[in-house]
């Protein structure tokens, strides 16, 4: 079975130019959760789908930072202009919708390596 | 929001010894407490999960313990190996939220 998809792997651009993520998740999985993580420190929430509907985008940079999961699959994270601070790793992990309100085990993808140049 | 915080931010043991790290949480709904191995360059992986109904769980060599109470949980690793080398971090999250995350331990673990 194949596990989160992510591209591109890494990208290098300059300042104020727009970059876009994109992000397969495991095949049947209707959550999908978009982190950031720094240099040396741990994943942080940006914006979590339930299928397609965002319910969780408080942490998301509104002014520049976009997201879309239009058919409740694959999505696609966006920022613009990009800041020499958004240089980091955007990971794009999945799981399934928990029944029980206890967690289920959020799988990862490699991520795309960022630097704002 | 829930607050996760973990010590120590490095750790560095023999091969053979034991490693112990450490977190607390500050939301006590938080009710699932996964632990996440990351190696340079990949992506974070499950390696073991404790649920909020149990006190304990063991997969081999790693072993978890959850205190509701004092609201903190521990990773044990014993027979450390140098292939355990990595960053692990522990996580919390109340139901129906996303995982907060601690900042990281870099575990060495040296021949």
């Known amino acids: 079975e194949a596990g989160v998809v992510q591209s591109p792997r890494y990208k290098i651009i300059e300042k104020k130019q727009p970059v876009a993520f994109w992000c397969n998740p495991i095949?049947?999985?209707?959550?999908l959760y978009w982190y950031r993580q720094n240099l040396g420190q741990g994943p942080e929430l940006l914006i979590r789908y339930e299928n397609e509907e965002a319910v969780d985008d408080s942490q998301l940079p509104k002014d520049r930072f976009s997201a879309e999961r239009l058919k409740g699959v694959d999505s696609t994270l966006k920022i613009q202009p990009a800041e020499l601070g958004d240089s980091a790793v955007y990971l794009c992990a999945s799981s399934l919708y928990s029944l029980t309100g206890i967690g289920n085990t959020i799988y990862f993808g490699e991520g795309s390596w960022l630097t704002v140049v | 929001g829930e607050n996760v915080e973990q010590h120590p931010s490095t750790l560095s043991v023999q091969e053979g010894d034991s490693a112990v790290i450490k977190c607390t949480y500050s939301d006590s709904a938080s009710n699932y407490f996964p632990w996440y191995k990351q190696e340079l360059g990949k992506r974070p992986q499950l390696i073991i999960d404790i649920r909020s109904n149990v006190g304990e769980k063991k997969d081999q060599r790693i072993a978890v313990t959850l205190n509701k109470t004092a609201k903190h949980f521990s990773l044990h690793i014993t027979e450390t190996q140098p292939e355990d080398s990595a960053v692990y971090f522990c996580?919390?999250?109340?139901?129906?939220?996303?995982?907060?995350f601690g900042k990281g331990t870099s575990l060495l673990v040296t021949p």
């Open positions: 095949s049947g999985h209707n959550t």
């Open positions: 996580a919390a999250t109340p139901p129906g939220y996303a995982l907060n």
